[in-house]
């Protein structure tokens, strides 16, 4: 019986590295994106608008019965059409391009130098898939931030808030906060899985045996710790960018350049404003982080594939 096998894994149907492999996570990163993000839309609803009015609300169980007393249940939830529709989209670009660009980087530097310079591979291969997966999410990312960012939301829904902006701004308009989004999202993602993979290696080397010696409930609960503690770090590397990005989308005028926006908003808000609604995003990107990696790397399992993070598994000789 082989080590994966007796870790609960079975030998995959689907090659390793193979296009149906890059297929394969690249659904499982749909799944493990689009579901989290949309979990903690009431979450989400608040950091924005706090983000946009730092006075709006005075902490989170304070928003939530205002927004219910005023919007209803469904208020709480304000958003999370274009949240399931856009990180789905975007977890999917970016788990399954990640695991392109690492093994095509690895690759490219040879067994030597990708074992020593491992961490940079996972840095540039994070910063690559990341910029394609914005592409993909930031239409989306425009219609979430206007509609939770106004009381009540001025659209009915993504679609209505794509062609509301589309009619009003033209397609640009979707792509007006394309630039901080990458600010944003490529050093979150830089950190969310070198972080990741660094952490899972050295949690297995502290423990006993090897990582194909422990179960697939283990391997899962070692990913979620993982991707809970580099949860918080993504949080404080990227939080100044993810209030930027909210002021843009909801408080750019039109002509306006980006660097005058970026200038205005600053002189408005000053160096503390970058860092309304830290704690809240902290305990929502650390949650996230953790279900994310725990549902991608379950969904590796089921698929026959070895976890991600640890030892790399031994390819087999042809």
């Known amino acids: 019986m082989s080590q994966l096998e007796k870790a609960g894994v079975k030998k995959p149907g689907i090659e390793l590295y193979s296009g149906e492999y ?31 009015d730092p006075k709006l609300y005075t902490g989170n169980f304070q928003a939530w019965g205002k927004v219910y007393r005023g919007e209803g249940l469904r208020g709480i939830f304000t958003g999370w059409s274009p949240t399931l529709f856009g990180y789905s989209a975007q977890g999917a670009f970016k788990y399954g391009w990640y695991e392109y660009f690492k093994k095509t980087y690895s690759d490219a530097a ?6 020593k310079y491992k961490t940079g591979l996972y840095l540039a291969a994070s910063a690559s898939a990341e910029f394609l997966a914005d592409i993909a999410l930031c239409p989306f990312e425009a219609v979430k931030v206007r509609s939770q960012g106004s009381i009540p939301s001025p659209y009915r829904g993504t679609l209505d808030g794509i062609r509301s902006i589309v009619a009003a701004e033209g397609w640009g308009g979707l792509y007006k906060g394309i630039a901080p989004l990458w600010g944003r999202q490529i050093p979150y993602t830089m950190m969310k ?7 899972v290696e050295n ?17 899962t609960g070692v990913s979620f710790t993982g991707g809970y503690l580099a949860g918080i770090l993504c949080a404080v590397v990227s939080h100044p960018a993810d209030v ?58 089921f698929m026959g594939f070895p976890t991600t993070g640890g030892a790399p598994p031994a390819e087999e000789k042809k």
């Open 203 to 219: 949690i297995y080397a502290r423990l006993p045996g090897s990582k194909d010696d422990y179960s697939k409930l283990q391997q």
């Open 244 to 301: 930027m990005v909210s002021k843009l989308n909801s408080n750019r005028g039109a002509g306006e350049s980006f660097g005058g926006a970026v200038g205005r908003i600053y002189k408005d808000i000053g160096f503390g404003g970058l860092w309304n609604g830290l704690p809240v995003r902290i305990v929502m990107i650390g949650t996230l982080t953790g279900l994310q990696w725990m549902i991608y790397d379950y969904f590796k399992i």
């Open 110 to 115: 040879g067994p030597e130098a990708a074992a």
């Open 193 to 199: 899985f070198a972080s990741f993979e660094t952490i």
């Open 22 to 52: 890059y297929a394969a996570c690249t659904f499982g990163g749909l799944l493990a994106c689009g579901l989290t993000h949309t979990a903690v839309t009431p979450l989400d609803l608040v950091k924005t608008r706090r983000q946009v």
